[in-house]
């Protein structure tokens, strides 16, 4: 299948005209029919409702369109990972994060030490889907990455099972948040009422939705709950959480500037709270230099958090 057909039937799908839509994806409108035609021919059923003004897309098109999107992002991202392992020299550690850890975990407490031993980093703060991550591990396309753990994220298993290795760099709590109104939080976790809870929670791509879900998992017998929203960044949570639209659930560290403002409050009681590690992995085989180098000194940090936390 030539990746130009799932571009030309995006186009089409966006202007629903073949005129325009070859126009877009500048060529002419018999090249560009031939185009939609030798997809159809390779999927095996038409896509598209000709008999329609404008054009829609047959039951089989309806299906196919979200999926030509994924193989789209996913043939970019491949370019991108190709072109990242061909420009990194072999002393350029290349990170790997969720954006509420880097905002939270790694200018506080990595970047002091890559300044310190003046490594080349690449960091690639991302919103890739969680397993991403481990296949970006795995093959080499990154070095590190930095990661919440939980015991419910069973994505991380072939980590550990694999020949990666972990520092559990810190510990955060997972706290159920809601705005503060004028007359206290706006939402409360807790049986009485007659609506359901409304609640911010995570996409499938995030790694701390299967912490949610299980989580309320454990208190089946708490207050209904009605997810209004799914979002794979916590970032994007914290702020429907902020507008009011619902509560959720954010690592202590990145809304304790507005629980300490009086802007957010923990609601519901112990048992929604979960205990989340921050965790670096790398693959042992792994021998770069430089990044022995950053483990070692990680590894001094840990241990020193470690023995003053002890003492």
């Known amino acids: 299948m030539d990746i130009a057909w799932l571009r030309d039937f995006e186009a089409l799908v966006a202007q629903k005209n073949f005129s325009r839509a070859a126009e877009d994806r500048n060529v002419s409108q018999p090249a560009f029919s031939r185009r939609i035609r030798a997809l159809e021919e390779e999927v095996g059923v038409k896509l598209i409702n000709r008999q329609t003004l404008p054009l829609s897309l047959t039951p089989a098109g309806e299906v196919f369109l979200p999926q030509a999107r994924i193989m789209l992002r996913t043939y ?178 990145l809304c304790k500037e507005e629980l300490q403002a009086g802007q957010m409050q923990v609601v519901g009681t112990d048992a929604y709270i979960e205990k989340l590690e921050v965790r670096l992995y790398r693959d042992k085989d792994n021998r770069k230099p430089t990044l022995n180098t950053l483990w070692d000194d990680m590894k001094l940090l840990v241990e020193a958090q470690t023995d003053s936390a002890s003492g």
Not at 125 to 139: G, R, Y
Request: aromatic share 8%; net charge negative; charged share 20%.
């Open 76 to 253: 970019q991202e491949t370019l991108e990972r190709c072109q990242i392992i061909d420009a990194a020299g072999e002393n350029v550690i290349r990170f790997a994060t969720s954006q509420s850890l880097y905002m939270t975990h790694y200018k506080t407490h990595i970047a002091p030490l890559v300044e310190k031993g003046g490594l080349d980093i690449d960091l690639n703060s991302t919103s890739w889907a969680a397993d991403q991550f481990v296949s970006a591990l795995q093959q080499r396309y990154c070095d590190v990455i930095l990661t919440y753990w939980h015991p419910s994220m069973d994505f991380l298993a072939p980590l550990e099972m694999g020949k990666c290795e972990y520092l559990t760099l810190s510990r955060d709590d997972f706290l159920p948040v809601s705005r503060v109104g004028a007359d206290g939080p706006m939402h409360q976790l807790r049986k009485g009422g007659n609506k359901p809870v409304s609640l911010l929670s995570y996409g499938t791509a995030s790694a701390l939705r299967s912490v949610v879900d299980n989580t309320l998992r454990q208190n089946i017998d708490g207050p209904k709950i009605l997810v209004v929203n799914r979002n794979a960044l916590a970032i994007s949570v914290k702020a429907m959480i902020m507008e009011g639209f619902g509560l959720g659930w954010l690592p202590r560290e």
